[in-house]
């Protein structure tokens, strides 16, 4: 997920000229032309980072020196200085809030996507995180590449790199194995085919019909282990991929991570994230001798 | 707040678009050209709708016919139908997840924040409920319209629209005073100027050079009241607006609504709000007998 | 009103590009790859500078070294260098129209201004001088930024910084004072309210309803003073702010002020601004020595 | 200069995009959702009116039904109605602006265009009027339609239509000769050669080098007679085109025109339009009622 | 590979935008405005349409009338007429060389790629006849689109759906060993992993180190059946997917496609494609008699 | 058609955008952040070279140095390095396809160019080669610059640079001799006026309606020969320029450039060109020592 500066930074600029508008009236009023300063970016609690390429790029465009301290991924205690900026004052003071609406969102995702990661290695369990494509509207990458920073699996990027057959496709076609069937015939050799189950019998159709990949989708921890218990009968059990999703929360999460799925899923870290607190403070700012312009 | 719908429509477009990339390779195996499909929004859980209008105008900018069964801030109950959609299916299916994440991101935002609002009505309180400019990047205008829809003051809608003088412009200029000062010498005819100030001692000064707005930043209801006292002595209190901000949050909000403010404002709302669970249903489809194209 | 660079940058650039279509033929055939030259940009006659800021940014943009001689706001006599630019002699000429194009217009726009301003300030008024949204189609920040530059009063940015109930609101809903308190009711505490009126009698009903300035209308000198003396006799004098617009002009615009408003605007000097006389003279050329690439 | 109206209404729903910006708080505040309004643009003054095709398509795309009352080109009195709109209030009153500056600044640059041809037209003169790439930045493409609309020449419409060598250019290759030489060689067989010059001397050189059109900048009535008994002596008159530009204006332009010359250029009718008066005024509205959506 | 129309629609607009420029001068000029207008589309040559579906787009988003007459992907004989167009002259005009370009590329594409599928299949091969990334610079959705209308596999869609790890990646990491095992350990679960060999002896290394797709590079059809061989004598044969690439070409692909891999892909069927040939004819053309507008 | 390198970064930046997705997946895991790498373009048959420019410019507006080896038109021999690029690996290895599919589209069109252009040169003849619209769909720019760097003529560049009125124009208007006389009424005088012709007794008809360009379509030599013998008799061969097109190909070319004409025209040098054969090598990498960010 590796995106040259020069295309991030397009979609950076797009954020904050939707919160600039016609101008910074305050920073304009207040702020004389040539004043320079320097500023650290810190966090107020405790967290891991991320965002802090993404922040570097977009404050470099604008002509802005910055030295990262942290690296994204990174956890960091409350009060730690995260990011040195220096340069232009009314430049600073403009972006200041997109700014940090960067860092804030995607630490919170990175914060509590490790956090449960963490719970699950602790019971020296390997399976995976994921989120889901519930993001907030528009914020695809920034809401993934924060998971991917957190140490979660990304899951589909978009609409276009994974086969995923959801509920109301098979409901459109018919059932689970007329659906994957109808895709292993025609799919690009290039792509992975995941299909969702809602029923336990379903999980062995879908395999026989040709799925890379089975999401149960709703089922309670004793059903996936039900039917975790039917593939091996039937020595599928690690021909496949298992996913779980649909009703994952940190409170249950070690439940489902247990039952010998290879992903859990859950939109909650990106759809319901709780912004890390990161503020900016100036740490020395003067006027500049500068004439003329 | 009113965006004429062609202008709305490219801001949801281009959401849409990031979520497609080259396009739905699911749906174009899975489900043939001509098929279509009736479909319902439902809500799975309780909670202030918004959103339905931007909803509306994306659904329709693709064709889809759609048939909005509640309003804007409408309050529901869990499993109510909050829209009918029919036409293409392949279409359907591909908005179906941005749909969805516009829905529940400002469904979220406008629940938390009339949840808020009532608990202060309740108290039989007139203060304000307002969010800030903490929002996820880039959605300046979808939370700022939830929490519209939510009941609550929208605050600045960019940093063109109101004077606000933070502390890190106080840091540059110096004073408090001399800030707004500077600012009410030069500023539009057609602007308020607001002040954050830190300080109880700070409040006199910022009425006395001209400020219509004193934004009390991070302090505790107690020395919010001590700032009252003192503004009611000068024979000010009333003159001009007074909000506070930092710090309230879901628990402490009446305590500060209590202390004689005009506003209590917040970035959780926004920043960290709880997506609501939506969810779409397809109620009937078909195929096509339409041949040819 | 500051923007950073780089959001003005792209407004800039994409002047340039539609000037450009799918390149300058001319100076592909006549001018040698790698030919570098000074120029300067010089005033055919005296006026405010207006531009400077935006030429230098699309300039650089360019790659090309900028110094500039005056200040946005400084007022020259015909001859005077405004500005040296040096590099690459294509790209120089290539946008040599569009740059001028920026400056003259800005320039014509902040003349224009200013000499009303001083008008005013010479029979020792303080009235200030405001613009409208009367601006050609998409300039609004060039036009707006012009006025700024040459002493007057942006008014509203656009539709979103201030409530400005205009004559065709008030036909749908009924009258002055319902449209007031209406807005009075919902609007955000970040936002003044306007409201325009057409008869001197809607003027008390306009400051009772809750506005906080009155547009007086395409009234009369006279009608204004009339105004005036109404609100000093019901001591609201000085509570609101009052705005005449409409049918002022450089002639009469002293009249006006005269009457004790607090501003006048005028669409004249956006919509009807001439371009000041600005040209772009080559004072050292050379071709490069540089071979290979 | 035809666009599909798709391609012409992205041009204007972006200029719209910039005068709306994050929404029309008032029209949101002050006119309920559903009601509609039947509206006339009206001529306040007489000219000739452009900009009605324009004004058409970005009013359809708003979803609104437009009857054009009056063609592009055609000259109307004061208070003539240009144009019935119908449809939702709301759409309408955030227009309003919008609409109308296209229209004045069109009409104006057309009114201005149409008087100097009739000028020349009754002195029976056949000299074409054109205007130059002196516009206000970005709308080469409205200034230029309107001048079309007024009965004048575009000129180029850009910098890759046609070959224009200017002074600049000419000062880096040394001389008209060479320039024109140079060009002649290696130009595509599909476009004109235009070159200005500054000097009589250099007239016959350009058309002996090989020119299509002469530009005869800033050169006095007397002196373009001269360089007209010049061609007219080497039998070359009436095989390249004379173009006379520079310091024309509405006063001395029939002065230009009886010289000779085949067409005249002047930039004040595009760089210093004075914009039309034109309003817009509602005839009809009422509140719709549709309830629910 | 499915886009929502409008999506997809925004994509042709802006090739027709940079066709038309500031707008179509001829037809402003010979065309009245208000001609209607019904012509067809006509295949000059054999081949397999491709772009039907994107023509359509383009066309109804302009306001025409259309009926496609063949299905993408039909097979159809010199002098079939393809799409039948109706509406505004001016628009058909105006869109015609866009239109047939998409047409004609597309065509291309599916015509060869469909030839080189029916080679294999006649020799009873199932192998699958993949394009690669190397496309017209810009065209990647509509080349890929064009290969799977042909029935060719349209391999990766763009950087981010699948992981390749190429010989540049290699020799940065330093074996093909090393750099498919650290992708083994971070890849998302829903991403296959394919890898370039250029030896005979890395394809086991590949296949352990946990590639589930290897692609042999530049390898003559003797190489890969010894390759196959190994795999076959190790009975890893069938469960690793094998592709050649680099050197095939129409001539030798049947060579290839009896090795026994399951994929050959070709960048010549999409770098360098020969445009069918089509063209737009009139059928039958009329002046409106609507007047005024 | 020189473009300043920003307007330009602008077009092959959307280029890159849609290659990369959202993310190189695979540079993102196998490449670590710091690494930086010396690379070469090598040209892998011979030919003439294109896009070096643009190239250099997309290289370096991602922050990469580069040294072009050879520039735009050279001929080079297989195996010639062609460009040097040096910087971070991640962002070399992601631009590598869209770095080499503009040069190989530009040079394979502009080496089909120049052989072309040098069989007519060889028979002594002067005759231009020009291009036509019938390029890759959006690729006009580029597709008319190679044809440029191959020698040969861009003909229109879009539609707003001359009139060209073709076979449906006429069809429309009546007759050849119609719409050029309308057109030649109205047109600007900066546009030449090209109408094609489909029968030899056309040819008159237009000269003398005041064509400045026949354009002898679908015409056989000899019918060529014969429309010459026609304008020769009329003392008017020379007087207007005539271009052959249609049917023509690389095997008649010579038969055409023979008859007289000034310039042949053809499509399939640009929607029918064949890419030319380029890759890129790493000659050095190594992993930064950079550590933190």
Redesign the interface.
Known sequence: ???????LE?KL???????????????????PPN?T?E?EVIAKESGVIAG?EEA?ILLE???LEV?????DGEEVKAKKALMKISGD???I??????L???I??MS?IATITRKLIEKIRKAELKT?V?CT??????????D??AVLTGGG??????????????D??I???GSVEK?VK??RK???????I?VEVTEVEDVLNAVNAGAD?IMLDNFSAEQIEKAVKILKNEHLYGKV?L?ASGGITAENILAYASTGV??VSL??IT?????LDIS???TK?KASKKT??
Chains 1, 2, 3, 4, 5, 6 share one sequence.
Do not use: C
Not at 1 to 7: A, E
Not at 17 to 27: F, K, L, P, Y
Not at 186 to 192: A, L, Q, R
């Open positions: 997920m590796f995106l040259p500066s020069k295309i397009k600029l797009r954020m904050l000229a939707e919160d600039i508008g016609q101008g910074d009236v305050t920073t304009a009023l207040v702020i004043s300063t500023v802090m570097k465009s604008l002509g030295e990262n301290l942290v690296s004052t009314r430049t003071l403009s972006v200041e809030r997109t940090l609406n960067i804030s969102r919170g995976k994921a494509r519930k993001v907030a509207p528009g914020l695809l990458y920034l993934k590449k699996d990304t899951h589909r990027l978009h609409l276009d790199d994974m086969i995923l057959i959801k109301n496709h409901m459109v076609v659906a109808t895709v025609n799919v690009s050799f290039s792509k992975k995941e990949i991929l996913e290879d992903v939109s909650e759809a319901s994230a709780k912004a900016l403070e100036i700012t003329g312009n």
